[in-house]
């Protein structure tokens, strides 16, 4: 779709609109005097940024005002099509631009917005329509495409920052995306012309959470890796590691039942001891229920009803477990349970004895760490965060893309719960 036929459609749209009362010509007026008194304080503030430069110049020869240039600009408040921008007869290379990048044709709070926007789930067409009802005019999807330019330097930056404080706790997990790949195939397109091929592939981005004395948590790492296998999270370990992580700190890891994790870890932490999340722990019975002694089924309740009482009656004894004050009684409460319910589900309780102790060293820790570390659900709502997203967009076009919102998402998030978002660095 060309960008006029873009216009054409949001043109329509806005005619339907509940604000379609406002006539085109007061629009237009409106618009005008907010972009006019924009551009004069821009200019006024470039030209202040030019004289104070000057002001502290420590050179023998200072540069000289040559006049001006104009520049299309892009604001939060609509399009200056010829902003004056004041220059130097020589030294506009070297001095600091602030209100304005030497090349930047958008305002970082525009640019903000945007980003802003599209992490609450606009889509790029989307955000055509928002900007044209805010500027009048249609972006190209590339001009659109900008901010995430902006966005993923900031990524860069973050996956090279040094982590200086190493917390005691981990919370590890992944959640799986689509990627697209270029692969060895290739097409012709309606043109005729050949073109490798691309397909979607599943990919894991695998995150690692820390877990301060305070109760502080914060996003450490994140990585799209090919699998949640032993090999994938040796590598994510040695890059936290190389940032600076002191591993003989990490006294507890908190994961799901990763098969990859647990080999991996006691390599890289051999003194963490591994806290099994108790949701996925209890979840885990689901699949192993026999529905042995079930009452019979009657007009008011039916048998598939009588099942979900049983599975709901089950897993609210097994949570009752783990809320005891102390291990010693969240053992005797295992036996309670397995004494009520051996001859009913004999294998659902089978798969939750087993490996039951990983899930009780959330105790060896201060109790106002409990509600945090028994369990990934802190890094599980960052996962649905993104998901909401992702599901939108379908197949990331490259890791970098699927990072870089990944990274939206967590910034986001953090800023919500006044969390620090960089790991104490």
């Not at 609109?17 to 006019?36: C, P, Q, W």
Request: aromatic share 10%; hydrophobic share 40%.
């Amino acid at each position: 779709m060309t960008i006029a036929e873009r216009e054409t459609q949001i043109l329509r749209i806005k005619s339907r609109s509940f604000l379609s009362g406002l006539t085109e010509a007061l629009d237009e007026r409106i618009r005008a005097h907010v972009v006019k008194v924009v551009q004069t304080m821009l200019e006024a503030a470039l030209v202040e940024e030019v004289l104070a430069f000057l002001t502290s110049w420590s050179g023998i020869e200072r540069p000289r005002r040559s006049g001006y240039f104009k520049r299309q600009t892009d604001t939060q408040y609509g399009r200056i099509p010829d902003l004056r921008v004041p220059k130097l007869r020589w030294g506009n290379a070297e001095r600091e631009w602030q209100v304005l990048q030497r090349y930047q044709r958008a305002r970082p709070g525009l640019l903000d917005w945007l980003a802003y926007l599209y992490v609450m789930g606009l889509s790029l067409r989307d955000l055509q329509e928002a900007l044209f009802l805010l500027m009048g005019e249609v972006l190209s999807r590339s001009a659109i495409n900008a901010v995430t330019l902006r966005v993923q330097a900031l990524l860069d930056n973050y996956r090279d920052q040094p982590v200086t404080s190493t917390p005691p706790i981990l919370i590890m997990d992944g959640v799986w995306v689509d990627i697209q790949y270029t692969v060895d195939e290739f097409k012709h397109d309606r043109a005729g012309h050949e073109r490798q091929c691309r397909h979607a592939q599943e990919r894991v981005i695998l995150a690692v959470m820390g877990v301060f004395p305070d109760g502080s948590t914060s996003i450490l790492h994140f990585e799209v890796a090919e699998a949640e296998e032993e090999a994938q999270w040796r590598s994510l370990f040695e890059h936290l590691i190389a940032r600076g992580l002191d591993p003989q700190a990490v006294s507890l890891i908190v994961s799901d039942g990763a098969r990859g994790l647990p080999a991996s870890r006691k390599v890289y932490f051999p003194h963490a001891k591994q806290q099994r999340c108790i949701p996925h722990k209890v979840r885990g019975m689901q699949r192993y229920l026999g529905h042995q002694e079930l009452p019979e089924a009657t007009a008011e309740t039916s048998t598939y009803q009588l099942q979900q009482q049983r599975w709901h009656e089950l897993k609210t004894d097994a949570y009752t477990i783990y809320e005891a004050p102390t291990r010693e009684e969240a053992q005797a409460r295992l036996a309670d349970f397995q004494a009520k319910w051996q001859s009913r589900e004999p294998q659902a309780v089978h798969s939750f004895v087993w490996g039951f102790q990983s899930t009780l060293h959330f105790y060896d820790f201060d109790s106002h760490l409990h509600p945090v570390i028994r369990t990934t659900n802190h890094l599980e709502r960052l996962f649905r965060e993104f998901r909401n997203k992702a599901d939108e967009i379908g197949a990331f076009p490259n890791e970098h893309s699927c990072l870089t919102l990944f990274f939206l998402v967590v910034q986001r998030e953090h800023a919500k719960h006044d969390r620090p978002f960089m790991a104490k660095t």
